[in-house]
């Protein structure tokens, strides 16, 4: 168990539709990061918080969004639904940025499995 | 920027073979994991290891920096082995992280 939590496991939703996806860091992490695993473009990188501020987008399309609460809790907004969005959506944490050591090291929750039919 | 190759693509092994999975990247190493993803999905962190050479029970890995390329090493595999390993290096920038994953070994091992 990685510490990192995220909700839903498993979400089947139509084209069109609006999810959100919830993500509880590790105790003490003050970083947040969203990737998306798809078959077609492998692991990537989605968007950094840190502390409740963004701190890099990556591969995000305009239609996701996200956020970082006080309580250091993420939530992935995905909405106008595709077929192509359909992938594992993972969460990982870290203590902060630009750390050295270990503390750079990212733990992963167990990824939301989303479906769009 | 970042290129994480890996290889081989796919594996197959009996149970109790010794295998050696490679990972080259283009980049000077600040951060290096590697991970593996059980047949549920799951993200398992292996190892963090930027240089040198470190060992978790039958997994050992080591990372040459100077040479671009990290080395992960399953000795007496078992079918729960079974899964994709992947590599991913740190890429810092503008005060953030982000890591940048290779495509990733399958592994099946049969019993």
């Known amino acids: 168990d990685s510490g990192v939590t995220q909700t839903p496991k498993h979400l089947i939703t139509a084209t069109g539709q609006r999810v959100t996806l919830r993500c509880s860091p590790r105790s003490g992490d003050l970083s947040v990061y969203w990737y998306q695993q798809s078959l077609d473009q492998g692991l990537q990188f989605l968007i950094h918080?840190?502390?409740?501020?963004?701190?890099a987008k990556g591969n995000i399309l305009e239609r996701f969004s996200a956020q970082q609460f006080p309580d250091l809790h993420s939530e992935l907004n995905l909405s106008s639904l595709e077929l192509g969005d359909s992938a594992l959506y993972f969460c990982?944490?870290?203590?902060?940025?630009?750390?050295?050591?270990?503390?750079?090291?990212?733990?992963f929750g167990p990824g939301t499995r989303l479906t769009v039919l | 920027g970042i290129q994480v190759e890996q290889s081989p693509p796919d594996l197959i092994l009996q149970e109790g073979a010794n295998s050696t999975l490679r990972c080259n990247f283009s980049d000077s190493v600040n951060n290096l994991q590697w991970f593996h993803q059980n047949p549920w999905g799951q993200l398992i962190n292996l190892f963090y290891?930027?240089?040198g050479t470190k060992q978790n029970g039958r997994l050992s890995a080591t990372t040459v920096a100077t040479e671009r390329y990290s080395l992960l090493y399953i000795s007496s595999s078992q079918t729960t082995d079974s899964g994709v390993y992947f590599c991913?290096?740190?890429?810092?920038?503008?005060?953030?992280?982000?890591?940048?994953f290779g495509k990733g070994t399958k592994l099946t091992v049969n019993p």
């Open positions: 918080y840190y502390n409740g501020e963004e701190r």
């Open positions: 990982a944490s870290s203590v902060a940025t630009r750390s050295g050591g270990a503390r750079d090291t990212q733990y």
């Open positions: 290891i930027p240089s």
């Open positions: 991913a290096q740190l890429r810092a920038e503008g005060g953030s992280e982000k890591l940048v």
